[in-house]
């Protein structure tokens, strides 16, 4: 998976084939349009006020792409008056940096390769679709125990077989199929190293564990797409197309914990768009021409309403080192109290 989506020369990401939107291969939160980055810059600068305003405040964003949600929350950063506010992308690929430099020309944006490079300090970490791209491994269960699947040529091609055994997962039919993330520790774990100060605010699809691992998603979640088209076949036409699987948030909560930050809250996207939403509507009244209103009305159905990304995403959100009271930022207006993990 890492070759196939991240080699420098090959990668379906790292040398540039992603598409994503309408033309593209998937569509994301940030394809349908502006109004989720100035949704999300809304939210950053609650954050940055319940940090005390400082005067060293760092946007961060990792798993940027094409640059488009970085647009779009500077946009919203300057709507509200504060373009003036550092944007720091972190972004390992050179390819995707000159796309990024592309769209974000004349912005106020600073390039890091890895989160271990960012200034130490306080700040927010923004991410949308970044966790489930992290590289996976599958294990399968035979019954009694659970191993790896390794990749082994085979031929012109490559196939699956047994590899290494895993002990922490609980016992599942012979079959049965779980993602398991090897480096997201990793990450988060640097980046609490560097917002010692600070938030993270993580956009993505995914369930609790638990659910993963209920009887019907025997199969795993991976998933790879291709022109709007799925397919569960990860070894044919490597780098070609998207692979995926959802996110495990209760290893990601259980992860960020242990390196040090607290879970606030986790809520479904359309819960959080609901209250991230109320200030930007009520700021925006009587002062929109018809189509603007119309087309915003048109983005707010797709990212909020169930049958599209409204209950498949989740939000969530960790501190390091400040308080966060509940019910704030206003995305979580709306987090139940059992969302609230410590
Ligand atoms: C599914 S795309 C999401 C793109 C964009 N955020 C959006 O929502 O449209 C995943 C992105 O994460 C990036 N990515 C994966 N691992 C990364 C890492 N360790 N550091 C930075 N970016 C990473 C990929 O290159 C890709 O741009």
Redesign the pocket.
């Known amino acids: 998976m890492e070759l196939a989506l991240y080699d420098p020369d090959g990668g379906y990401?790292a040398a540039g084939r992603?598409r994503?939107g309408r033309s593209g291969d998937f569509f994301?939160?940030?394809?349908v349009g502006p109004l989720f980055g100035a949704l999300l810059a809304r939210q950053v600068l609650e954050l940055r006020g319940m940090l005390g305003n400082p005067d060293r405040f760092l946007v961060v964003e990792?798993?940027?792409?094409d640059g488009q949600?970085a647009k779009d929350v500077l946009d919203g950063l300057r709507a509200a008056g504060c373009g003036d506010i550092p944007y720091w992308i972190?972004?390992?690929?050179e390819n995707?940096r000159t796309e990024q430099s592309l769209t974000l020309q004349g912005e106020n944006v600073r390039w890091v390769a890895s989160p271990d490079e960012l200034p130490q300090g306080s700040g927010v970490h923004l991410s949308?679709?970044?966790f489930?791209?992290?590289p996976f491994d599958i294990a399968e269960s035979n019954g009694s125990r659970w191993h790896l699947m390794a990749v082994e040529e085979r031929g012109d091609g490559f196939g699956f077989v047994d590899g290494p055994p895993v002990d922490h997962l609980p016992g599942r039919p012979a079959g049965f199929r779980f993602e398991v993330r090897r480096d997201q520790k990793g990450?988060l774990r640097s980046l609490a190293n560097r917002l010692t100060r600070g938030f993270l605010l993580i956009i993505d699809y995914g369930f609790e564990r638990d659910e993963l691992l209920a009887p019907h998603r025997s199969g795993g979640t991976l998933a790879c797409y291709k022109a709007h088209r799925r397919d569960d076949a990860p070894l044919e036409n490597p780098g070609r197309k998207d692979i995926t699987a959802h996110v495990d948030f209760t290893t990601l909560r259980e992860e960020a914990v242990s390196v040090g930050w607290r879970a606030e809250a986790m809520l479904d996207q359309h819960r959080f768009m609901v209250g991230a939403a109320e200030s930007l509507l009520k700021s925006l009244d009587g002062r929109l021409p018809d189509a603007a209103s119309a087309k915003i009305l048109q983005q707010w159905r797709t990212l909020m309403h169930p049958s599209t990304m409204g209950t498949q995403f989740r939000a969530a959100l960790f501190s390091n080192g400040v308080d966060c009271p509940a019910g704030r930022p206003s995305g979580f207006r709306y987090a139940r109290k059992s969302d609230r993990e410590d």
């Not at 972190?90 to 690929?93: K, Y």
Request: proline content about 4%; overall charge negative.
């Open positions: 990401y992603a994503i994301t939160n940030v394809s990792q798993g940027a792409n949600l972190v972004e390992p690929f995707r949308n679709e970044l489930d791209a992290l990450l």
